[in-house]
């Protein structure tokens, strides 16, 4: 559950975050934390693991690409977000009792369907979409790493 609760509040400060290394330190942390929830209902650490490789590889390479066209600013955190972080990260656990009950009622549910959440994501069905996406952030990796080559350097000019 408490995982949940910082799942909620990475996601309600990555709204509130301007600058691009506040978002990828943000989405980082986030993509950590599905990752370990997803590795505790399902047996299988490969799913999480390639979540985990898929989405931090492409968040790295378009802030990379984002934090040399963007200007250089200061990673300062405001006061309202300090006010509102630790209310994001409390209010849920009030619900806690009630949410690990109902937890409790339908694990042995979500066991049963582990293995259909797998077949789901891996089926026939779906092989052309995947096969799409994996294309699509290959091409899109390799087009960027040519527009952002050492030879060049970035797109503007530090100062």
């Not at 309600?12 to 942390?29: K, Y």
């Not at 802030?63 to 300062?76: L, T």
């Not at 009030?94 to 937890?103: A, G």
């Not at 089926?123 to 060049?152: C, D, G, H, R, W």
Request: net charge positive; charged share 10%; hydrophobic share 60%.
């Amino acid at each position: 559950m408490m995982f949940f609760t910082l799942i909620m509040s990475l996601s309600i400060l990555f709204l509130m975050s301007f600058t691009p290394l506040s978002m990828l330190v943000v989405l980082i942390m986030q993509t950590l934390l599905i990752s370990i929830t997803l590795s505790s209902f399902i047996f299988t650490f490969w799913y999480s693991y390639m979540l985990i490789l898929i989405m931090v590889s492409g968040m790295l390479v378009l802030f990379m690409y984002m934090a040399s066209i963007a200007s250089n600013e200061k990673f300062s955190w405001s006061v309202t977000t300090l006010l509102i972080l630790p209310f994001t990260i409390f209010l849920p656990m009030l619900f806690q009792d009630k949410m690990t009950m109902y937890k409790m009622n339908n694990l042995e549910k979500m066991m049963s369907f582990q293995e259909t959440i797998l077949e789901k994501l891996f089926n026939f069905k779906m092989m052309m979409p995947m096969l799409m996406l994996v294309m699509y952030l290959f091409i899109m990796m390799v087009n960027i790493s040519f527009l952002v080559s050492n030879n060049e350097g970035p797109m503007r000019k530090s100062n």
